[in-house]
Structure formats: C-alpha cells, structure tokens
C-alpha cells in the first residue's frame, strides 16, 4: 500500500468536504452543496475574480476552496452579492438544512477600487509658490 498525497491542499475546504457549486442562469443565483457542516460557522464568503479564487470567511478566519473556480462560474459569482448554502446528507441526498451568506468581491474593478464622486468641481491652479513667483 502506497500513501498517496490528498488530492487537496491541506487546510483548504475542499480538503475536507465534498462541495458542489451550481449557477442558475434564470435565477441569476449561485448554490453551494456540501456534505459536512461548517465548524466554526461561516459568515461569508469573498470571490476574487482575477484568480477565480473563493474563500470562506469565518469568525477571526479566512479558508480558501482549495481551486480555482471554473471560468463559467465567475460571470454568476460576480453578479451575486449572497451565495445559498445546503448541507446535503450525502447517502440520501437530502438537504439537511440550508442558509444564506453574503459575498463580497474582492479586487480591481469592483466598486469598492472606483473613484468615488466627492461633489468638487472647478479649475485647479497651482498655487503661486509652486509656479515660481
């Protein structure tokens, strides 16, 4: 018998349990299954689109996916500020309860990198002491 590594980066979510993501076009929502429940609970989630990475955010902790998402999932990601979760028996495939955490886009391009209106408008003047005289 060989020991062979874990398909998944130690520490990372899907290191220890089975997740299935799903985006619903008609719905414009994404949904998450997983198969254990979170410990600590989660409180959110945060999407970074440029490296597709998700992570999980829990009270004084941040886990990552442990992959990339799919580039066919990032326009849904982008578009969705609250993710639906289902803890899913994974022998019956039922769902055993359900809640929903909020996201937050993390990176350039997202509203919180654009330059905000601050209501100031005019000609600026380099002072006198800047133009030499």
């Known amino acids: 018998m060989t020991d062979q590594p874990p398909p998944y980066r130690p520490g ?3 290191a220890e349990m089975l ?6 076009k008609k719905r414009n929502a994404v949904t998450i299954l997983h198969d254990k ?3 600590p609970p989660l ?4 999407f970074h689109p440029q490296g597709r990475q998700l992570d999980f955010v829990f009270s004084g902790a941040r886990r990552n996916l442990g992959v990339p998402l799919r ?5 849904h990601f982008k ?6 979760f289902f803890l899913v028996d994974p022998q019956s495939r039922t769902a055993l309860e359900g809640m929903q955490v909020p996201m937050t886009i993390v990176g350039p391009g ?4 654009r330059p905000k209106k601050t209501g100031l408008r ?6 006198e002491s800047e133009d030499g005289g």
């Open 43 to 46: 409180t959110g989630l945060e």
């Open 71 to 75: 580039e066919a999932l990032v326009p």
């Open 19 to 24: 997740i299935d993501i799903y985006a619903s």
């Open 79 to 84: 578009k969705s500020r609250f993710v639906t």
């Open 110 to 113: 997202t509203a919180g990198d």
């Open 12 to 14: 990372t979510i899907l």
């Open 37 to 39: 429940p979170f410990d």
């Open 122 to 127: 005019g000609l600026f003047r380099r002072s």
